[in-house]
């Protein structure tokens, strides 16, 4: 392979259309190519269409970053025309860049390309296409800005902890299709006033005046986490909807309240070997651990021991820990088991279970289960012969974590909406 043709790989160029090309290295161990085009065929003035001659040559020195351990630098002599007629003058249209930048499209490509990773931070691709932080930050900025999707049947609500925005938040919030996984839109503020303007907005864009509907009458259902706010909102934009109950989160309320009654029932007592017990082998009250595995010695006990043997040990010491234990167990059994039809019944009567059982720890799962009632049976609904929840949109929570994580925090909540959408929504693009 010729020098020139593999120069013209690296460029994106066709060999036919340079007139002029030199290569070098230099001390500093980058590249430095040389190139003119050849002139354009008959060019005539963009104004009043007559002819034009050469004016002159303008050297243009452009950042191209298509080699991956060396800094290149094109340094393109540029043709400027001047018009016969009215004294126009005007650059030729050249391949690598557009007027007045210094980062070729290809140093762009490479740029965005990089940016669409979730552990890529503007720090690294700056260093490795040898630009500043500002001017990768800038190329994002100009190339993606990413509109907002329509909203689904099946809609997940969730947020997240944003503390360093620029926006007067702690958390922004996540509105995600529950069916395909995809972000829709991330919003600043998960505030009952901003969502209104939010959905008030785009009921007004999306209105049907005959038929009195708007986009917000496709949402047939609405999963979200026990926040007020979201139910309230939920209720008043989507007349259609059914709102469910997150069951992640409902379980989470209810294994807090028990490990209260764990802390309380180590706290109550002085025998080490119960402490012991209820510190380091806390695992043995998780769903489906199996109890009956094979036991071990146990030295403080001078026996062996499997767990259901640690379980019932303690259970005969802390009655209230085996009631505790119970009430967990029925009601995550309930949430595995139930169904839409059955659910009321069957939660009404764990209701009464734990309003009989007078543990001060489960006072405030109780009162969940009647504020969120409705909700939590909603939750048992079928959709694409899936149960509705949010733990599709937990999980692109966490991976919006990690971007978070590795940039040490970002600032500009435009610039990280569109950085989400970009990276956590495989569809989502560029456009140069």
């Known amino acids: ?43 005539s003035c963009p104004l009043c269409k007559n002819s034009v001659k050469i004016h002159g040559y303008y050297p243009r020195k452009l950042i191209h970053s298509t080699l991956a351990n060396r800094k290149c630098t094109i340094i393109y002599n540029q043709r400027r025309y001047k018009c016969d007629s009215c004294d126009f003058t005007f650059h030729e249209i050249n391949p690598f860049a557009n007027p007045k930048e210094n980062v070729t499209y290809e140093t762009k490509i490479n740029v965005l390309k990089d940016l669409k990773y979730v552990d890529s931070t503007y720090t690294a691709v700056a260093r490795r296409h040898n630009l500043s932080v500002t001017k990768v930050q800038r190329i994002f900025d100009t190339h993606v800005n990413i509109p907002r999707k329509s909203l689904p049947e099946a809609l997940s609500i969730d947020e997240h902890y944003f503390p360093e925005s620029n926006y007067d938040s702690l958390y922004c919030c996540l509105l995600m299709d529950f069916s395909t996984g995809t972000l829709l839109d991330i919003l600043p503020d998960r505030k009952k006033d901003y969502l209104s303007n939010y959905l008030n907005s785009i009921r007004n864009a999306t209105l049907d005046y005959s038929t009195g509907c708007s986009e917000l009458n496709n949402v047939k259902f609405v999963s979200i986490d026990l926040y007020d706010n979201y139910r309230d909102i939920s209720k008043t934009y989507f007349p259609n909807a059914i709102i469910c109950a997150d069951s992640f989160h409902v379980i989470k309320h209810l294994t807090e309240g028990f490990n209260q009654v764990r802390l309380r029932c180590r706290r109550s007592t002085e025998d080490e070997n119960l ?9 043995i009250f998780n769903h489906n651990v199996n109890l009956d595995n094979q036991g071990k010695y146990n030295k403080r006990f001078k026996r062996y021991l499997n767990y259901r043997d640690m379980q019932e040990l303690l259970f005969y010491n802390f009655p209230d820990l085996k009631q505790a234990y119970l009430l967990k167990e029925t009601y995550i059994r309930f949430n595995e088991t139930s169904s839409i ?5 069957e939660l009404s009567s764990i209701i009464s279970m734990f309003a009989d059982s007078n543990i001060k720890e489960y006072d405030e799962f109780y009162n969940l289960l009647i504020n969120w009632f409705t909700e939590i049976c909603n939750s048992f609904s079928m959709v694409q012969n899936r149960r509705i929840n949010n733990s599709y949109i937990e999980s692109r929570n966490r991976q919006l974590e990690r971007l978070l994580y590795n940039a040490n925090g970002f600032t500009n909540f435009k610039r990280t909406r569109n950085r989400i959408l970009y990276c956590l929504n495989k569809n989502d693009t560029y456009s140069i």
């Open 275 to 283: 402490q012991y017990l209820l510190t380091k082998f806390k695992f």
């Open 341 to 345: 039809q059955s659910a009321k019944d």
């Open 1 to 43: 392979m010729s020098l020139e043709k593999f120069i013209t790989d690296i460029l994106n160029i066709k060999l036919e259309t340079l007139e002029k090309i030199d290569s070098l290295v230099t001390s500093d161990d980058s590249i430095l190519i040389k190139i003119r085009l050849v002139p354009t065929k008959n060019p």
